[in-house]
């Protein structure tokens, strides 16, 4: 993980070292001046030891700051790369949603990456405690030989230890990890619709199900919590049990005259200076490497997930200017929209969904539903190219923070055709180039429209790509009677020279269209949506 920003890690690391060589050095630098300065009453090389004691002390406090500095800057930036790379598979053309839901891929893409992008520290702080317990150790081996091939004996096997009683807590925070993210989601979809929650009165039973979320991520995190509060309070016990040896032993030679007053105090303050790089490398690599490898393993698999498609047959792509031939094959009907036909399809509610996820999702070769562009199977055409001949307006389209012309603009249509749009989808009322409605502020997924405010802007979004195939899925669903007769009649005029599907149970659509194709019902698998 360190290696993702060695400009930055690699600095980090050996002010780091320096920080932990002049912490470790402070006690020998005092050792030195008892014996050499104050023993001999000489204030010269007193003040001399005094000097040279200041000099280490800002030394190790400018080390540590630029070392947490730079630090801190590679954490942020290996998080940004892994957030942008994990949005690019989300939102890859492949589908790279797979099958989670919103909330979940929230709870991924902000906690997860937050802890994985943590680990980045342990290139630079366990590299300065390795370093300040190996100057220790030297130092004690100078001082007296035996203690310090105690420390090179001992700190090995405290770390070993250490490291082992993190491994409850690793699996303990991975599946708390994942009971959060439920919860995020849930609570997600709950916002999300609420709404639809509050028509239909289904408020007590959204609000059952999402305390049964939280509670089981409370109590998921409940056990995390004491599977920390073991894990060190056994590393802490660890260390500590360590340090009182070295410390015994140490006061066991002074005691035998084997070594002199300042180097007691400079083995005493040696062993203090043991305990913290021993502590703080037992949490970085223990607490933070057991929380990251958790996380890791949940962003892996959405990657591994969203990179799952086949690849490619790129050999027939088609051509985005000419409307092509789309089929669809629903069991053993085939449904074909030759370039420029306007084709309704009248399905039930399964059935069109199942047709819709299909369209969106080309990808995905389990559904019964295949899509064809040309002959060719979607599934093996180069995604960007299928979306660029293919566009596929949902039932639920989601509107972006900003205006009007914010929204449209997402399509690179010239202004011309952005007024066409709108006066296509009956969007006047609201959205007028005339009146500046263009400049009207929709909100946070168009929350200051009216629902049917949000479908025609939509619906004037999708007709303002001017795709080669519109599919439409209940484009006036939420509009009145005399609006949705205006969109049917300006569809036909709008869509000239196009091919579009329309998938609507609506009779005013229906009407104006070429032909009605009414498919039998898929089976159950084959309905099988994403999220």
């Not at 790089?277 to 223990?286: R, V």
Request: charged share 15%; net charge neutral.
């Amino acid at each position: 993980m360190a290696a993702a920003a060695p400009r930055l890690t690699v600095p980090a690391a050996l002010l780091a070292v320096v920080h932990n060589t002049a912490t470790a050095l402070v006690p020998v630098i005092m050792g030195l001046a008892i014996d050499r300065a104050l023993q001999t009453g000489d204030p010269v090389r007193l003040a001399g030891w005094l000097a040279l004691l200041g000099v280490t002390f800002l030394c190790l406090a400018l080390a540590f700051r630029f070392s947490a500095l730079l630090a801190a800057r590679a954490v942020q930036l290996v998080e940004h790369r892994l957030r942008v790379t994990l949005s690019g598979s989300v939102l890859h053309p492949s589908d790279g949603r797979v099958g989670r839901a919103d909330g979940v891929l929230l709870s991924t893409a902000t906690n997860d990456l937050t802890r994985l992008s943590t680990a980045v520290n342990l290139g630079v702080y366990p590299v300065g405690e390795l370093a300040g317990i190996t100057v220790v150790a030297i130092s004690l081996l100078v001082i007296h030989w035996p203690l310090g091939l105690a420390v090179l004996l001992g700190a090995p096997v405290v770390v070993w230890l250490m490291a082992a009683l993190s491994g409850p807590f690793a699996r303990t925070a991975r599946h708390a990890q994942g009971l959060l993210a439920e919860a995020v989601g849930r609570a997600t979809d709950l916002v999300t619709g609420y709404r639809v929650v509050k028509g239909v009165r289904a408020e007590d039973e959204a609000v059952r199900r999402y305390r049964h979320e939280s509670r089981a991520a409370l109590d998921g995190a409940y056990v995390n919590v004491g599977a920390l509060g073991r894990y060190l309070a056994g590393s802490n016990t660890v260390g500590g049990v360590f340090v009182a040896a070295v410390a015994g032993l140490a006061g066991y030679h002074a005691v035998t005259g084997a070594i002199t007053i300042g180097e007691l105090i400079a083995v005493a303050g040696l062993t203090q200076a043991l305990l913290p790089p021993l502590n703080l490398l037992t949490a970085n690599a223990g607490a933070v490497w057991a929380a990251a490898v958790g996380s890791g393993g949940r962003v892996l698999e959405l990657l591994r997930a969203g990179g799952a498609a086949p690849r490619p047959d790129t050999a027939a792509p088609p051509a985005p200017d000419a409307p092509p031939m789309l089929e669809v094959v629903l069991g053993d009907e085939r449904v074909r929209i030759a370039p420029g036909e306007l084709v309704g399809l009248r399905a039930d509610d399964r059935t069109a969904d199942a047709l819709v996820a299909a369209l969106l999702g080309p990808r995905d070769t389990s559904r019964a539903v295949e899509v064809l562009v040309d002959g060719v199977p979607a599934s093996r055409l180069d995604p960007a190219r299928y979306r660029a001949a293919v566009l596929v307006a949902p039932h639920e389209a989601a509107l972006f923070s900003g205006t009007v012309a914010d929204n449209l603009d997402l399509t690179g249509a010239a202004p011309e055709h952005r007024a066409t749009a709108l006066w296509a989808a009956a969007c006047e009322d609201f959205a007028s180039p005339a009146t500046h409605g263009l400049d009207t502020e929709v909100g946070e997924n168009g929350n200051r429209l009216s629902g049917g405010q949000r479908q025609r802007l939509a619906l004037a979004r999708a007709y303002a790509r001017d795709a080669p195939v519109l599919v439409l899925h209940e484009p006036t669903t939420a509009v009145d009677a005399v609006t949705g007769a205006a969109v049917a009649d300006r569809l036909r005029r709008v869509r000239t020279d196009r091919s579009t599907l329309v998938i609507t149970a609506s009779p005013v659509l229906l009407a104006v269209c070429d032909r009605v194709v009414t498919p039998g019902p898929v089976t159950v698998d084959a309905a099988r949506v994403a999220p």
